[in-house]
């Protein structure tokens, strides 16, 4: 059973101005299609196989360092497509308490994870998690790793990652990588955020 890539749900340039299109089609179809490819060669007989991406991550410290990139990566990426969206409101609900009692709110809530973006050095991750206490909080990875690895420094269930790849941002931002931080508070998909918190409890 191999990975596949999963289909964009929505348009290459849904997310214009703040992301835009040709970003858009070489992070999804090459990128992340690599990451894809690149994994399936990695496990092909393997048990790996037969195991979610969830849990090939939980366990990642068992597997050679072309399953923690590509097996990251396809993690990663699948949940980036998912919590993005052209019209995607704000926080509600069980989210939005949280945020307002355990971060102080969402405009701290945005420092901090742009603050953990822009201070990663090289490639990596922000990330927007639910830990082991079940209280949201904010942390960093490097490279394709991701909080659900057994090998990550902060643990946790990720509800809303940030690539700060510079594949990510670099046709439009170039160097700029606080400024692309900034723009994508502007299509952040809260209500796929809140349903992976409320998953996560
Ligand atoms: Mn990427």
């Not at 990596?124 to 998690?129: E, F, P, Q, V, Y």
Request: net charge negative; aromatic share 10%; hydrophobic share 40%.
């Amino acid at each position: 059973m191999a990975f596949t890539l999963p289909a964009l749900p929505y348009a290459f340039s849904a997310l214009e101005p703040h992301i835009d299109a040709m970003t858009m089609e070489i992070h999804h179809g090459k990128h992340h299609n690599a990451y894809v490819t690149n994994l399936n060669n990695a496990i092909a007989g393997t048990n790996a196989e037969t195991m979610s991406i969830e849990d090939i991550c939980r366990n990642i410290s068992q597997f050679p360092m072309a399953v923690r990139n590509n097996g990251g990566g396809h993690y990663n990426h699948s949940l980036f497509w998912s919590i993005l969206s052209a019209n995607g409101g704000s926080p509600s609900g069980k989210l939005a308490a949280a945020i307002t009692t355990e971060l102080g709110g969402l405009d701290t809530l945005k420092e901090k994870m742009n603050a953990a973006g822009a201070t990663r050095f090289g490639s990596g991750w922000a990330w927007l998690i639910v830990g082991a206490d079940k209280k949201l909080a904010i942390c960093s990875t490097p490279n394709q790793d991701n909080p659900l690895m057994d090998i990550a420094e902060v643990k946790g269930t990720p509800v809303l990652g940030i690539d700060v790849w510079e594949h990510a941002y670099y046709l439009k931002y170039q160097n700029r990588r606080p400024d692309y931080l900034g723009a994508i508070w502007n299509v952040i998909n809260w209500a796929e955020v809140g349903k992976r918190y409320e998953a996560a409890l």
